[in-house]
């Protein structure tokens, strides 16, 4: 686990999800119909380096590529290919960088031309879900605030969250202590302090919660096939206030 302390620490760390972000808004604007996601993915990892970054997920523990690309009923881990998007899929794009030793690590899921309103909801809960869990990430609270606020509210819609994966620290290591899980009682698990950084990770599907890895050994999709989304942002605990959304992408709110 990371506690931020010094300036120098917290202007790294803030580099590096600046640069997923922008990097972020860049692969969505490029989202559309007949565009395959090895395209995003070399479009991403050549973006990232542009700014002074390393790709952070090309290599750990083995995985190929830049980016994670999940397509319709993929949870995470979608890796890219040649595949082409079609209009009325959605993608979710996973993006992490490394900046002098300190990890950024963001998820956005986007739509292909033209969705279906039921799908659209499915995605906008999501990244609502995402955003009642930073609500809950202030000193004083503890973490499993911050995962009862995303379940609450994505099974108010009668989505299920995924328990599988979670989220998770992130500053020195792309995964840190402490897991940060999408479910949970309210109240348990550490206390939050100024200085935390965390990758708070919804993944929502419409269907059952339950999910399998594909024979590639990465794409997780839903085992019933339904749809899922996914929004991923690193925050910083602040002394007081709400917490800093590090990898808010421009031209957003907060
Ligand atoms: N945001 C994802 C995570 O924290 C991305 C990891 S992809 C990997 O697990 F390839 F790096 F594993
Ligand atoms: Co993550």
Not at 89 to 98: Q, T
Not at 175 to 189: I, W
């Amino acid at each position: 686990m990371i506690i931020l302390k010094t300036p120098a620490e917290i202007a790294i760390m803030a580099e590096a999800s600046k640069i997923v972000a922008e990097v972020l808004e860049i692969i969505q604007r490029a989202v559309e119909p007949g565009i395959s996601t090895d395209e995003l993915d070399r479009l991403a990892e050549q973006e990232i380096r542009a700014r002074g970054g390393i790709p952070a997920f090309k290599g750990y523990r083995n995985y190929p590529k830049t980016l994670c690309a999940s397509i319709n009923e993929q949870v995470v881990h979608g890796i890219p290919s040649k595949r082409k998007l079609k209009e009325g899929d959605i993608i979710g794009l996973d993006l992490g960088a490394i900046v002098g030793g300190f990890y950024g690590d963001s998820a956005v899921t986007v739509p292909v031309g033209k969705i279906q309103d039921s799908t659209r909801q499915l995605v906008r809960v999501t990244e609502e879900a995402l955003y009642f869990g930073i609500e809950k990430a202030v000193v004083g609270n503890r973490l499993t605030d911050i995962s009862h606020a995303v379940q609450h509210h994505a099974e108010s819609f009668g989505y299920s969250v995924v328990t599988e994966f979670v989220g998770h620290g992130v500053g020195r290591q792309l995964h840190e202590e402490p897991q940060v899980p999408n479910y949970g009682k309210p109240g348990q698990g550490p206390r939050l302090q100024s200085g935390m950084v965390l990758a708070i990770e919804p993944m929502v599907n419409i269907g059952g919660s339950a999910v399998r890895v594909l024979n590639d050994r990465w794409t997780a999709v839903t085992a019933d096939g339904s749809l899922s989304a996914h929004f991923e942002h690193t925050i910083a605990i602040q002394p007081s206030g709400p917490a800093r959304v590090l990898s808010e992408r421009p031209g957003r709110a907060n």
